[in-house]
């Protein structure tokens, strides 16, 4: 019995270590912010913990865990992302052209991607998100924001023209990024 | 998540017409200061979350407990509340208190191949105070899930739990949530949920469709892919209707209405809108 937990905790640890990079990638994309993406993956390794001897065991527990990290996302950061990220001076998301000095400008994409992303009401930067960041397909996705594939596709598909309607990341878009 | 996938950015499979779009989230993603993997916190409060979960558990069964004793006492000849409350005085008292029971109000009743199936909600009242708050949250522990990460946040919103049954299955949860500056309050403002009827068809077709509505709304319009549509008008007040027909309704305690519509054999959920 102490063995099988020993090697539950173990497994639970691997999982943990191997998991937080790509599951901290994913917050910070959600929640636009480095303390609030590490508190998102901390919150829902948490609650993995306490579920982990059916999910460990089951046979995709990458659905559960973004399932969770979805849930707990969606009940956080419902409002307060859009009021967080909102461009603290008068340009919004419409800006100059970008510096020429490449390091400066791809700092700019950076931001102003995530300022896009955080005016895009939680539902469609959870779908566009899990889509083109996550690469889920339409189910995965649907399964973990638990609703339905057709919610799915409406919601990435206006996120995503929210997105390219934005002149700056337009720009971007058009210069595949700036590498 | 798998750990192959760290350098595809997500630019392989479904939509390579977007792959502008997730080229440029892969860069943004690496914004973030990975650091190390808080192994020793996360364990923490994993435990912390489990024994608070015993600890709702026992405290639920006690709450039963004595509810329990007291009904059956009330129930008995010459059973009054004096007696009651010495059952009471003989089970330590729980720390649920003050919690006034959800209002539950079947939404909607059918039959699908033969099988049974009604979708429910119950809705809790608002909480004046942290006492109250902290009742409710501990409460909530049945359903398994609550809708906000803490008991304060309870605090002067009423909570909602959407449940959906089919055949012999076991009840379970659609949707939660509290109403809050987001609930539907006016004109065409609605959120839906779509899911199959049987939730044991995982994959299946999205034929179950929940949603609220502000209570102004007067009628909504499912529509289906294949091109058909339902329409479902709001009950009069004062006036009640058979939960087999699909219809706009108020539930108990909730500021919104709300409406369950079935998409026809073959085909499943497109959209769904108000439009009157």
């Not at chain 1, 008068?90 to 995530?114: C, F, K, M, P, Q």
Request: hydrophobic content about 40%.
């Amino acid at each position: 019995m102490g063995d099988r937990k020993a090697a539950r905790d173990t497994e639970f640890q691997s999982f943990v270590i191997g998991r937080w990079p790509r599951l901290m990638r994913t917050a910070f994309l959600l929640t636009g912010e480095q303390h609030a993406a590490e508190d998102l993956v901390q919150s829902t390794l948490e609650q993995v913990y306490v579920a982990w001897r059916r999910v460990g065991s089951a046979d995709d527990p990458e659905a559960y865990v973004r399932r969770v990290m979805i849930n707990a996302h969606a009940r956080k950061h419902r409002r307060r992302l859009r009021e967080f990220l909102a461009p603290k001076d008068d340009t919004g998301l419409v800006r100059e052209v970008a510096d020429t000095e490449d390091r400066i400008a791809r700092a700019e994409d950076r931001s102003s991607l995530l300022a896009a992303l955080a005016q895009l009401p939680p539902r469609q930067r959870e779908a566009v998100v899990l889509r083109y960041w996550e690469d889920l397909t339409e189910t995965q996705t649907a399964e973990a924001m638990g609703c339905s594939v057709g919610a799915v596709k409406s919601n990435a598909a206006k996120g995503i023209a929210k997105l390219r309607a934005i002149p700056g990341l337009a720009e971007m878009v058009t210069q595949g990024g700036r590498a | 998540m798998s750990a192959d996938r760290e350098t595809n950015h997500g630019m392989t499979s479904h939509d390579m017409s977007n792959g502008d779009i997730a080229f440029l989230l892969a860069d943004a993603a690496d914004e973030v200061e990975i650091g190390i993997a808080p192994y020793d916190a996360v364990l923490r409060g994993g435990r912390r979350r489990r024994a608070r979960r015993w600890a709702v558990a026992t405290a639920t069964a006690l709450a039963l407990v004595g509810s329990a004793g007291t009904l059956a006492v009330a129930g008995l000849p010459g059973g009054n509340g004096s007696r009651g409350a010495q059952v009471a005085t003989r089970v330590p008292a729980p720390p649920v208190q003050n919690v006034y029971p959800p209002e539950r109000t079947t939404l909607a009743t059918g039959t699908v191949d033969g099988e049974d199936w009604w979708v429910t909600i119950d809705v809790w009242s608002a909480p004046r105070d942290a006492g109250q708050a902290q009742a409710q949250w501990e409460a909530m522990a049945a359903y398994g899930s609550r809708p906000v990460d803490k008991a304060s946040d309870l605090i002067g919103k009423s909570a909602y739990f959407v449940n959906r049954t089919y055949g012999d299955g076991e009840t379970g949860g659609v949707s939660l949530g509290v109403f809050d500056e987001n609930t539907p309050d006016s004109g065409k403002d609605l959120q839906s949920v779509a899911i199959p009827l049987d939730p044991k068809a995982d994959g299946g077709p999205q034929r179950l469709v929940i949603g609220q509505i502000a209570p102004t709304a007067q009628q909504v319009t499912c529509t289906w892919k294949n091109g058909t549509t339902t329409e479902l008008h709001k009950v009069p007040e004062n006036e009640t209707l058979a939960t087999d027909i699909p219809a706009i309704r108020p539930a108990a305690q909730s500021p919104v209405n709300w409406f369950v519509c079935v998409a026809p054999e073959g085909t499943e959920y497109k959209s769904a809108g108000v439009t009157k």
